[in-house]
Antibody
């Protein structure tokens, strides 16, 4: 059973870089799923940030693409998110999730990590 | 860019049927996924590939998708079903979410 756990600083200063890691357990990150980041500002809806495969191939939300980098570390069975030049608008709960794909068809985001709140404030 | 629209809120009496819609251009040509999110919790997949239920999801949850509208139906709604529900689809390699619907069980 795949389990995911986000970790990282809960407070980031404006203009700095937000960095989070998602540790995967119960499954080898190299075995075939895709892996993604999603965020949810307080009281608002879900926003997809990006997706990565164990090969390092990525897809990013066009609205965030200029500021986002997602990377994978297969030796540690984890993947990471970096979001640079943050502002208060980037304050959100950040989730990581497993993403299915079969024969070029994108599938569900399941399961999700528990999420971690990141606040951007000086 | 592709967008999906959900009603902000839906109310239902216990035991009745709740229907939550998700609208988008030719949405029926895409797979739709539905997630349930209770306060303070992570989203949970309740319907995948339009109408399939993951193991552990009660049979009262069902889904359909045709034309421009996907629908999540909860039959015999229970108090525990009160939550936010999000539809999700893919546009090329971009994951898209509807704005979410708050289901209130009165």
């Amino acid at each position: 059973q795949v389990q995911l756990q986000e970790s990282g600083p809960g407070l980031v200063k404006p203009s700095e870089t937000l960095s989070l890691t998602c540790a995967v357990s119960g499954y080898s990150i190299s075995s075939g799923y895709y892996w993604g980041w999603i965020r949810q500002p307080p009281g608002k809806g879900l926003e997809w940030i990006g997706t990565i495969y164990h090969s390092g191939n990525t897809d990013y939300n066009p609205s965030l693409k200029s500021r986002v980098t997602i990377s994978v570390d297969t030796s540690k069975n984890q993947f990471s998110l970096k979001l640079k030049s943050v502002t208060a608008a980037d304050t959100a709960v950040y989730y990581c999730a497993t993403i299915g794909r079969q024969q070029l068809v994108w599938l569900s985001l399941d399961p999700w990590g528990q999420g971690t709140l990141v606040t951007v404030s000086s | 860019s592709y967008e999906m629209t959900q009603p902000p809120s839906v109310s239902v009496s216990p035991g009745q049927t709740a229907s939550i819609t998700c609208s988008g251009d030719k949405l029926g040509n895409k797979y739709v996924f539905w997630y349930q999110q209770k306060p303070g919790q992570s989203p949970v997949l309740v319907i995948f590939e339009d109408s399939k239920r993951p193991s552990g999801i009660p049979e009262r949850f069902s889904g359909s998708n045709s034309g421009n509208t996907a629908t999540l139906t909860i039959s015999g709604t229970q108090a525990m079903d009160e939550a936010d529900y999000y539809c999700q689809a893919w546009d090329s390699s971009t994951a898209l979410f509807g704005g979410g619907t708050k289901l209130t069980v009165l």
